[in-house]
């Protein structure tokens, strides 16, 4: 059993940056993917980005390449989103993720179903 806690999240002026954290306790997290997701008030939640166990890999939405990054300190057993560049439409719920299964493709990584382990989530709002 994995228990993740995120922390970082808050409010943000457009064009501001955030970053933050998923704490992992329990599990293997070494052997862990990783995933980042949000949900907007009215919609569904969405893949973020994701890394996979040896953090070689990474994936992203299309709405946030090259502004968001995703990493992960093993060793801390900890997973960050950098977010750069926000924008009001980044305003949501993010929530971390785990899966046992630490490799994957891009489609996997993206698939929330994939994901066994969810944190309560932080709140993201981004100001006009």
């Known amino acids: 059993q994995v228990q993740l806690v995120e922390s970082g999240g808050g409010l943000v002026q457009d064009g501001g940056s955030l970053r933050l954290s998923c704490a992992a306790s329990?599990?293997?997290?070494?052997?862990?993917?990783m995933g980042w997701f949000r949900q907007a008030p009215g919609k569904e939640r969405e893949f973020v980005a994701a890394?996979?166990?040896?953090?070689?890999?990474?994936y992203y939405a299309d709405s946030v390449k090259g502004r968001f990054t995703v990493s992960r300190d093993n060793a801390k057993k900890m997973v960050y989103l950098q977010m750069n560049s926000l924008k009001p439409e980044d305003t949501a719920v993010y929530y971390c993720?785990?899966?046992?299964?630490?490799?994957?493709?891009?489609?996997?990584?993206?698939?929330?179903?994939?994901?066994?382990?969810w944190g309560q989530g932080t709140q993201v709002t981004v100001s006009s």
């Open positions: 993720a785990a899966d046992q299964y630490g490799g994957g493709t891009n489609e996997r990584r993206q698939s929330r179903r994939e994901y066994e382990y």
């Open positions: 890394v996979v166990w040896s953090g070689s890999r990474t």
């Open positions: 329990g599990g293997t997290f070494s052997s862990y993917a």
